[in-house]
């Protein structure tokens, strides 16, 4: 076995080689989000060493949902190869290779479990998540805190997670399912990933990042958060011209839900138009002349970009919050703020229910 190490990171050569292979390809575009650029650089070079033809990717990459058919197409390249993500997409439209690039060294890890149970005091069960990087370090942290007392329970695949343990930015799906039994979350990795199981769950969420050394109680961070949320909401309702974004990215496009909140907006007495766009930025924001937006693309675009932005860009339940069709109660308490991303489980039927609801009225009139 052929194995490459670069920085903390660990990939199995053997295995991209022997999948290249089956794909018959020669003209691989090697795709990765910044971070592991350089690890691209290096993957670029190994591969034109065995005969292949590499074509480095220069286009923002935000995730498993942003793998770049197009330009794989432009460029002519018989396959992709993907760095930092795992698979999200149910089919590949060009043959693609995941290399999710995890973190070989557990000691950063090793290093704080005793910071990480003095944390813990008072908790009994916890729900344990990693981001994918951290996957094979997760059973780590679960022995040492079953050893010390603590019951665990590990998240298991459901919606775009492939892997026991994993979350993504937009699914929580294996955490939420473990809620009613734990009594907190930790998520390994970063802030980023832990905030989202914060946001849909009332739960205590730690985010342990071994890189920073740190375990931080997101407690304060939802709160101000979910506080800013309910600011936009608010502006959101006095606005007359709303932008609904849709994404041209392969796993981000939801063009459906895209159309049905346009739709409702108008019924409900806003100026709706639809935005396609590969990337939401400031000039979408500010160029545009509409005084508001719904995001149908990743939800941490909301999430973590609003602070930058004059104007609201809600997520879709937040916009049915807006226009007084959902309460901001049951968005907080059912943990419905990122639908249709984050989970999906019974109490996101009322989220689907309101939208269809509003079709249907249209289909009797004969608007669709
Ligand atoms: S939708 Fe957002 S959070 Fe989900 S994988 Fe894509 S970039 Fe990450």
């Known amino acids: 076995m052929e194995e490459l190490y670069h920085g903390p ?21 090697i795709q990765a989000p910044l971070g592991f650029r350089g690890i691209a650089a290096k993957l670029a070079v190994l591969l034109a060493d065995r005969g292949f033809t590499p074509v480095l990717s220069n286009s923002a990459c935000w995730g498993g949902c942003d793998i770049a058919y197009s330009e794989a197409e432009q460029v002519k390249a018989d396959a992709i190869l993907h760095l930092g993500h795992s698979p999200f997409m149910r089919r590949d439209k060009i043959p ?21 149970r003095e944390a813990l005091k008072g908790v009994s069960v916890i729900g344990l998540g990693a981001s994918v990087q951290w996957l094979d370090h997760i059973t780590l942290l679960a022995s040492y805190l079953e050893d010390n007392g ?6 298991k695949p459901s919606m775009f997670a492939m892997h ?11 955490l939420k399912q473990l809620e009613a039994d734990v009594d907190a979350f930790i998520v390994l990795g970063s802030i980023f990933h832990a905030l989202g199981i914060a946001l849909i769950s009332s739960k205590t969420t ?12 997101l407690g304060d961070y939802r709160r101000r958060i979910l506080m800013q949320r309910y600011a936009n909401i608010q502006k959101f309702a006095e606005a007359s011209k709303v932008g609904v974004v849709v994404s041209t990215k392969p796993g981000q496009m939801r063009s459906g839900l895209a159309v049905l909140l346009a739709h409702v907006l108008r019924d409900n007495g806003k100026h709706a138009t639809i935005i396609a ?92």
Request: glycine share 4%.
């Open 96 to 116: 693609t290779v995941y290399v999710e690039c995890r973190y070989a060294d557990p000691s950063p890890l090793m290093n704080m479990l005793p910071k990480i």
């Open 9 to 29: 990171y660990k990939i199995d050569i053997s295995q991209v080689l022997d999948k290249l292979r089956v794909f018959s390809a020669r003209r691989v575009l």
């Open 206 to 217: 730690y985010a342990v990042d071994p890189i920073t050394q740190t375990v931080k109680e």
């Open 277 to 368: 766009t590969d990337e939401i930025d400031d000039k979408l924001i500010t160029e545009y002349p509409f005084e508001a937006y719904v995001n149908t693309a990743c939800p941490r675009i909301s999430v973590e970009d609003q602070a930058r932005y004059a104007k609201p860009v809600l997520l879709p339940a937040e916009c049915l919050a807006a226009l007084r069709l959902l309460s901001w109660e049951d968005i907080i308490n059912k943990g419905l703020l990122m639908l249709p991303w984050g989970w999906s489980g019974e109490a996101s039927n009322i989220f689907w229910k309101i939208l269809n609801a509003s079709r249907s009225e249209r289909e009797e009139v004969g608007i669709v």
């Open 164 to 174: 026991n343990a994993q979350v993504l930015g937009c699914d929580y799906s294996g």
């Open 150 to 155: 603590i019951s665990t329970r590990i998240a």
